[in-house]
């Protein structure tokens, strides 16, 4: 198991930028492979996107594309989720999870996962 904490969340303007962290403090990311997943109030957790435990990025969310980078720095440990463009539909609650064998957009699949870190998309 793997524990993770989400940061760099928090208030932006329309078509501004934000970069999520998602980090473990006891164990290592190594080997595993990382999933961002949102939810809005009223509504389900999506995927956003997903990197291997060898840095390959799979991304889920169409509205995402072209705006949402992801990325992996295993000597710091720490997964990004680069977000640029911001729009007010974008705001959510983002997790970060964890998965051994691949990565997926299907949730149950993530066996830990964070806290998550709020994003708010507003002028």
């Known amino acids: 198991q793997v524990q993770l904490v989400e940061s760099g969340g928090g208030l932006v303007e329309p078509g501004g930028s934000l970069r999520l962290s998602c980090t473990t403090t006891?164990?290592?990311?190594?080997?595993?492979?990382i999933g961002w997943f949102r939810q809005a109030p009223g509504k389900g957790r999506e995927a956003v996107s997903c990197?291997?435990?060898?840095?390959?990025?799979?991304y889920y969310l169409a509205s995402g594309n072209g705006r949402f980078t992801i990325s992996r720095d295993n000597a710091k440990n720490t997964v990004y989720l680069q977000m640029n463009n911001l729009k007010p539909e974008d705001t959510a609650i983002y997790y970060c999870?964890?998965?051994?064998?691949?990565?997926?957009?299907?949730?149950?699949?993530?066996?830990?996962w964070g806290q998550g870190t709020q994003v708010t998309v507003s002028s």
């Open positions: 990197t291997s435990d060898t840095g390959s990025p799979n």
């Open positions: 999870a964890a998965t051994y064998y691949r990565c997926s957009d299907y949730r149950y699949e993530y066996s830990d």
């Open positions: 006891k164990s290592t990311l190594s080997g595993w492979n």
